[in-house]
């Protein structure tokens, strides 16, 4: 199974801050990345598609980039509701694999 | 615009069976992938397995071995989760998503259901 890490596990940023963070593939997996914003006690909701692509109704402070190994979702200006988890999964091959999560906490 | 609605709250005995529900609203499930996600408490995402209707493919990992089913009811658009042999570690909230794809074999998960809770206890 491809493997998925996330860096930080964990952060704290101020509203207006720029924040990224990072996810990697333990192998190429071009641009068959998602990712996804998890409130507490709600579901998963799919933020970008294929490393780039904003889902309907994101805002736009949202970003992805990346491909290969190394991605990158980025919040160009950090909201008060953006605190939540937020997860990377691969879809290169089965099974798709999540990364372990980053929790953004907002001061 | 599809929405997923899933069965309520489960409560089972260990070695037991449970089945979870996933049914479309709004929208058919056709010419679609329904993809099953599970989360252990405080824990992150599992994917479980997926199953397409239409062509009645179901995909799942290895570690689930013969526990594990995906069955799907076309004519009342309802995809069901069945676990059997259940210890504690099945705990968990089940997710059901739909999967959308563009040119490749396997995509994205939008939208989800609510979750159910499955809570295996003595």
Redesign the interface.
């Known amino acids: 199974d491809i493997q998925m890490t996330q860096s930080p596990s964990s952060l704290s940023a101020s509203v207006g801050d720029r924040v990224t963070i990072t996810c990697q593939a333990s192998q190429d997996i071009s641009s068959?990345l998602?990712w996804?914003q998890?409130r507490p006690g709600k579901?998963?909701?799919?933020l970008i598609?294929?490393a780039s692509n904003m889902?309907a109704g994101v805002p736009s402070t949202f970003s992805g980039s990346g491909s290969g190994t190394k991605f990158t979702l980025t919040i160009s200006s950090l909201q008060a509701e953006d605190a939540a988890t937020y997860?990377c999964?691969q879809?290169?091959?089965?099974?798709?694999?999540?990364?372990?999560?980053t929790k953004l906490e907002v001061k | 615009q599809v929405q997923l609605v899933q069965s309520g709250a489960e409560v089972k005995k260990p070695g037991s069976s449970v089945r979870v529900s996933c049914k479309a609203s709004g929208g058919s499930l056709r010419d679609y992938t329904i993809t099953w996600v599970r989360q252990a408490p405080g824990q992150g995402l599992e994917w479980v397995g997926r199953i397409t209707p239409r062509l009645g493919i179901e995909n799942h990992a290895l570690k689930w071995k013969d526990r594990l089913k995906l069955r799907a009811d076309k004519s009342t658009r309802t995809v069901y989760l069945d676990l059997s042999s259940l210890t504690s570690d099945d705990s968990a909230v089940y997710y059901c998503a739909r999967e959308n794809r563009e040119t490749y074999h396997i995509g994205w998960l939008d939208p989800w259901g609510q979750g159910t809770q499955v809570t295996v206890s003595s």
């Open positions: 068959h998602n996804y998890q579901a998963p909701n799919l598609y294929t889902n997860y999964q879809f290169h091959e089965l099974p798709p694999t999540f990364g372990p999560g």
